[in-house]
């Protein structure tokens, strides 16, 4: 017995000591790292084991002993961008060495299906970006690195996930998100600098599934989101039965008019639980040292877009509380024209962009498909978000990032002018007449207008409103982007009222 026991003893001081030491997949071959940086690095070792870790270039290694649980985390000052360089990790007799690694731009992709929409054509939805055919095979960009989060569902934060750095080549780049892809393009072409994307996005998914769980609790206005979600849960095995009845009524129906798939019902591992893709899918990022983010996401929320208002902004200020930068980047996309979105969801993202610091919006009014939630130019959209990152990140200040923003408005007799910022060169698509302005009285009924361009100024007006009140802009599902400055970037949709709108109030 007293042998047993010494073998066991020994065994387990074996084990401990010779725990394996571990890295995350983001710190791996070919990973990027943000250039003039103090930059995380971390991982797990035996508790209390230390772990030595020696980049090339320092001229000695740094030391961190791990915590009880095995965990170790050390920051690591970079150097300018270039490379490509090694890091060697050792604990005890184990050592694991990190080649190729460049260092440079770091920035974090985010959202729902089309910023997850790849260069090329998959299944489903999937139907590659409109330029794949003479894009990919000229995509050889070695120092153009992306790697993949996989999508998960997670109950509490995880702290690692599978995947692993690709480099951009005309054989990887199909799986590439395209918006990401053209936005990496832009800036190293600009800058010379290696891009690291981390793609960390999940389709048909909406904002608070991305949010901490506890901003969620803590805020009264998202209590119906959580309060919904439990319902779901107390229902789901009624539902999922429901469910699975029509699912398969759907998969035996070979008739000319099937319609599309029944959706599942929301339970415990569905994409839609308020935090869980923060759980599983955004903390295991954290504390990796990022340049930026960039998100195109608002779809899932547009029924809701009055509430998304708050919800957007708070989740932007839970990431930034995370990666302990009240400052971080926030570039991202304004919801393309479509025949399920409503403008509401436009002006709550253009809320955000006015109201949070360090963000920026892309319109994309002039790249939409009102049949199609997917639209297939991507490289316009890419470009149009690396414009922010250029000017604000980059020192290209002469840039103009952003078309024309209702900035007031005067009333004049039966007419109002329209004052915008972003204004230089105020033109009319084609020199078109313009065709996309209502105004109203105070009924608030409003009625097609005339418009025309004076300077920096819109005058609208209609024969039927003798004392106009309000002006809306490319207010409907499917507006057509009509107005632009000389940098060719169009005018956000907007009003000038603040009556009750359609989502106010559903929450």
Not at 135 to 164: C, H, L, T, W
Not at 491 to 502: H, I, K, L, M, S
Request: charged residues 20%; proline residues 7%.
């Amino acid at each position: 017995m007293l042998k047993f026991l010494f073998s066991l003893c020994s065994l387990l001081v074996t084990i401990m000591v010779t725990a394996q030491l571990k890295l995350p997949a983001l710190i791996s071959n070919n990973m990027v790292l943000q250039q003039n940086q103090s930059v995380a690095l971390w991982g797990w070792a035996a508790p209390g084991a230390k772990v030595e870790i020696q980049p090339v270039w320092k001229d000695y290694p740094k030391t961190i002993t791990a915590d009880a649980n095995g965990k170790w985390m050390i920051h690591i000052a970079t150097p300018k961008a270039g490379g490509p360089y090694t890091i060697h990790f050792k604990s005890n007799s184990q050592s694991i060495t990190v080649e190729n690694i460049m260092i440079g731009e770091v920035w974090l992709a985010s959202g729902q299906s089309n910023m997850e929409f790849p260069m090329g054509k998959g299944e489903g939805w999937r139907t590659g970006a409109h330029n794949a055919a003479t894009e990919m095979p000229i995509a050889n960009y070695p120092n153009i690195r992306m790697i993949d989060v996989p999508n998960r569902v997670s109950d509490v934060p995880q702290d690692d996930f599978k995947g692993e750095w690709m480099a951009c080549t005309p054989e990887t780049i199909k799986d590439f998100s395209a918006v990401a892809y053209f936005f990496a393009k832009e800036i190293q072409a600009s800058t010379g600098y290696a891009i690291g994307i981390i793609n960390s996005t999940w389709g048909g998914t909406p904002a608070e599934s991305w949010t901490r769980k506890d901003i969620l609790a803590k805020d009264t206005g998202f209590q119906k989101i959580l309060e919904r979600y439990q319902q779901d849960i107390e229902k789901y095995p009624a539902a999922y039965a429901k469910y699975k009845t029509s699912y398969e009524k759907w998969k035996a129906d070979t008739s000319s008019t099937k319609k599309g798939a029944p959706k599942e019902p929301v339970g415990t591992n569905h994409n839609k639980s308020p935090g869980k893709l923060y759980n599983g899918m955004i903390a295991p990022l954290i504390p990796y040292t990022l340049k930026g983010v960039i998100w195109y996401q608002g779809e899932s929320n547009a029924d809701r877009a009055w509430q998304y208002r708050r919800l957007f902004p708070a989740m932007i200020n839970g990431w930034r509380q995370d990666w302990h930068n009240n400052k971080l980047p926030f570039y991202f996309v304004q919801i393309a024209p479509h025949r399920s979105q409503p403008p509401e969801i436009r002006e709550a993202q253009l809320y955000t962009w006015q109201t949070t610091n360090n963000t920026g919006m892309v319109v994309s009014t002039d790249y939409g498909d009102s049949l199609d939630i997917h639209p297939r130019n991507k490289e316009v959209i890419g470009k149009r978000l690396s414009l922010w990152a250029l000017k604000n990140q980059y020192g290209k200040k002469t840039i103009e990032t952003s078309g024309p923003v209702y900035k007031k408005m005067q009333v004049k007799g039966n007419k109002i002018i329209i004052t915008f910022t972003n204004a230089k060169g105020l033109n009319a698509l084609n020199n078109q007449p313009l065709q996309e302005f209502l105004i109203a009285g105070s009924d608030k009924k409003f009625v097609p207008a005339q418009a025309i361009i004076k300077g920096n100024t819109v005058t609208v007006w209609s024969n039927e409103i003798n004392t106009p009140v309000a002006v809306r802009f490319n207010w409907s599902k499917v507006p057509q982007a009509e107005l632009y400055n000389a940098a060719g970037l169009p005018a956000t949709p907007f009003r000038t009222d603040n009556w009750p709108v359609a989502t106010q109030g559903k929450d």
